[in-house]
């Protein structure tokens, strides 16, 4: 068991890579916050958890709220006395659209959610780690943040800060012990990927679609492996990395 006795953190973990990433860390011994605006999914989640053995605890938070992440945070004290890992994982896609029609509510929104969640995750996050002794923080990315995906500008700017704060924590925090580092998660068949694929984008640009070099699509699994190992004392000396699990996406010409 990689992760035995310790506490993680999971936003957006109703649904897709949250998810499948807190069944992970659960069946390898942790004890698990599945955090969500959503609170039936995070029940569910908790409840597939339970019914495997595993100990974890729901509490509702939306990541754009300074108050609910940080009752997130004390969640993890107060139910599992300690924090170990935060995956700030919880993000939207917002609209598939160019730049010259984006509606600015839906860049605010996207923004809140993705970058502000982020940012919000790691101030509480390190404030409690720096209490506890340390601990790993994993931020979900994504390739949008290094490759044009079009119809994706406010999300690939959200992504990009999300790498950006990434390093930043890396160097603030490492003589205390924590960790920073992010995945960019490639295709991966989750409930945002079908949304997105039912989303068209415009005639003229669609020879950028974007595709994999490996076959096939990767699954949550995939993300949840690569965020134990990250949360894991295998991963002790690895800080500031933005890790793409993607078959391959990023080195295609
Ligand atoms: N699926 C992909 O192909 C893909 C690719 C690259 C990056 N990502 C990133 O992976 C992460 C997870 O995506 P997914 O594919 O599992 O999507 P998903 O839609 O299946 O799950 C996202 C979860 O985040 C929650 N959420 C949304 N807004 C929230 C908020 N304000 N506060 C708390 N929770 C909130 C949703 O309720 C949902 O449970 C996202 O950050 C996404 O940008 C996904």
Redesign the pocket.
């Known amino acids: 068991m990689l992760v035995k006795g310790k506490t993680a953190v999971i936003?957006?973990?109703?649904?897709?890579?949250?998810?499948t990433t807190a069944e992970t860390y659960a069946e390898q011994g942790a004890n698990v916050v599945v955090?969500?605006?959503?609170r039936e999914?995070?029940e569910k989640t908790v409840e597939g958890i339970e019914e495997a053995g595993g100990d974890a605890t729901f509490v509702e938070?939306?990541?754009?709220v300074a108050a609910d992440v940080e009752s997130m945070i004390l969640t993890a004290l107060e139910t599992f006395g300690g924090i170990d890992v935060l995956f700030n994982?919880?993000?939207?896609?917002g609209p598939l659209c160019e730049f010259d029609s984006y509606e600015e509510d839906a860049f605010d929104r996207v923004v809140s959610?993705?970058l502000k969640?982020v940012f919000l995750g790691m101030k509480y996050g390190t404030q409690a780690m720096l209490e506890d002794g340390g601990g790993a923080i994993i931020n979900?990315?994504?390739?949008?943040a290094d490759a044009g995906v079009i119809g994706r500008g406010a999300?690939a700017g959200t992504?990009s800060g999300v790498n950006g704060m990434t390093r930043v924590g890396a160097i603030e925090y490492a003589t205390d012990n924590i960790r920073v580092n992010a995945v960019?998660?490639?295709?991966?068949?989750?409930?945002?990927?079908e949304?997105?694929a039912d989303q068209k984008p415009a005639d003229r640009l669609s020879r950028y679609a974007v595709s994999e070099s490996m076959p096939g699509k990767?699954g949550?699994e995939d993300?949840a492996n690569a965020v134990l190992f990250l949360g894991s004392d295998l991963a002790k000396r690895i800080t500031g990395v933005t890790l793409p699990v993607d078959g391959g996406l990023l080195q295609q010409p």
């Open positions: 936003t957006g973990a109703a649904s897709g890579i949250g998810r955090a969500d605006v959503d999914g995070g938070t939306d990541v754009s994982n919880a993000g939207i896609e959610i993705n969640g979900t990315s994504s390739v949008a999300y992504k960019l998660p490639g295709i991966i068949e989750t409930p945002m990927h949304r997105a990767g949550p993300i």
